[in-house]
Each structure stands twice: as structure tokens, then as C-alpha cells.
């Protein structure tokens, strides 16, 4: 392997997200303020939130979905949420929290709803990371401000990010098109694209095959894997 990953990625162990959340709830309980409630931003917020609550010692959470359409006509993102069920908050300081501020969207998202239509006394936002280069949001409370974008592998989507991460390769690396590889080749390219190995995921390497396989988005071989036909993406 040499060079760059083509896609940065920091593998996140349970111990860094307990960590890191402990380390949020103390900028929160330094800054003074008091929520009453928690309000996670799923599905990436879900255990931060729960764990700031244990940390913060508060007993009421919720939680908002936020989903991303893209509109095919402008080849754009836009963040909406799913649910958008109203409730009386009044009175009440509303954290809203979730795992990463990247490009802030769905975060403020959620914000300004809370904001207009739960009419809270006060509503505030707080990540485990901000990655300051590219949010145009930042958030009231976060942990680490990240310089250089790298997609942070949380331990809660692993078998989802890693199905992702060996399709993308097998439709997008050059060297494998079109063809079938076997699973040595398939593990060196992905080191070289995302700085981390197979290995690193334990168990979830060979899950996440088997999930692929399942799904019918990879054929297996006996020289080992290709995409299904009708499906490169
Ligand atoms: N969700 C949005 N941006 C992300 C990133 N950089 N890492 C992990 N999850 C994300």
C-alpha cells in the first residue's frame, strides 16, 4: 500500500464513544446550562444521547429521524425529517444531540424544528465532533473539532458502512471492473482505499460478504467474488 486513502476512515471503538461522551457531558456541565431534555438525532445520535443522559443525569429523551433525498434535478442533498411530530416542550431546555457535524444540515434541521414547533424555553445542539473544515454550522457543545475530513466508522453502523465500503471498491476501483476477484485482491485494494484492513472489523468482515452475497448485490465464486449482473451501480 502507498499514498492516501482514497476515502479516510478512523475506526471508533465503543471505548472512544463512551470517552468522547463523557467528555461532551462536561462541556455541557461547564457551561452552566441544564437540560431537561435530550432529544437524539437518529439513528447516529442514539448512543451519545443515551449516554449524555446517564452522564447528565437526565431522564427524558426523544428522539427525531432526519433523512437525506436527493432531488435528481439538482443533484443535491437536502436533509428533511421523517416524523415530524409536534410536542409541548414548553419550559423546557431542549440538547439535541448527534454523533458528528459534518456538513451541519441535519443538525440545524432538527434545531430549527424543535425551535418553531415544540416551543421550548431554550434549544441547543451538540456533537461528538464538529469537522470544522466543511460545516457551515458549529455546534453550542462538541468534543473534537476535526480539521481534515475522514469518515469516522462508529461502532453502531459497522455492518452497514462495511457493505458500503466493499461495494464502492468493487464498482469504482479501475483494477477490479468488471471482473471477478478473489477475496486477497479484494482486501489489499481496500486497505489501499481506506487506510484500514479487513481484519480490523473482526467478524464483521465476513458477515458483511455473507450480507452482500444474501442480498444478491455480490455473486460468489469459487475464485472468489463479483458484482451481481444488473447491479453495477
Ligand atoms: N455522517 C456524516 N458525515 C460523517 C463522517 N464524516 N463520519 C461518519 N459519519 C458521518
Request: some cysteine; aromatic content about 12%; hydrophobic content about 45%.
Amino acid at each position: 500500500m502507498a499514498g492516501r486513502p482514497r476515502v479516510p476512515v478512523r475506526l471508533v471503538s465503543w471505548d472512544d464513544v463512551v470517552e468522547w461522551s463523557r467528555g461532551l457531558a462536561r462541556r455541557v456541565e461547564e457551561s452552566g446550562w441544564r437540560p431537561d431534555l435530550v432529544v437524539a438525532v437518529a439513528r447516529g445520535g442514539f448512543v451519545p444521547a443515551r449516554l449524555l443522559c446517564d452522564f447528565l443525569d437526565v431522564t427524558n429523551l426523544l428522539s427525531v429521524q432526519s433523512q437525506h433525498w436527493v432531488e435528481a434535478a439538482r443533484a443535491a442533498e437536502r436533509a428533511i425529517l421523517k416524523f415530524p411530530y409536534t410536542v409541548d416542550a414548553s419550559g423546557l431546555n431542549v440538547l439535541v444531540v448527534d454523533d458528528i457535524v459534518d456538513t451541519g444540515e441535519t443538525l440545524a434541521l432538527a434545531r430549527d424544528f424543535i425551535a418553531r414547533e415544540w416551543k421550548p424555553r431554550e434549544v441547543r445542539i451538540a456533537a461528538l465532533q464538529w469537522i470544522s473544515s466543511v460545516a457551515k454550522v458549529r455546534p453550542d457543545y462538541y468534543y473534537l473539532e476535526v480539521r481534515e475530513w475522514v469518515w469516522f466508522q462508529y461502532p453502531w453502523t459497522r455492518l452497514e458502512d462495511l457493505q458500503q465500503f466493499i461495494l464502492r471498491v468493487l464498482r469504482e476501483d479501475e483494477k477490479l471492473a468488471g471482473r471477478v476477484v478473489g477475496e486477497e485482491e479484494l482486501r489489499s485494494v481496500f486497505v489501499e482505499w481506506y487506510g484500514v484492513r479487513p481484519e480490523d472489523f473482526g467478524w464483521y468482515w465476513g458477515e458483511a460478504l455473507e450480507r452482500l452475497v444474501r442480498r444478491g448485490d455480490l455473486e460468489r465464486t469459487p475464485q472468489g467474488y463479483r458484482l451481481a449482473s444488473g447491479r453495477r451501480g
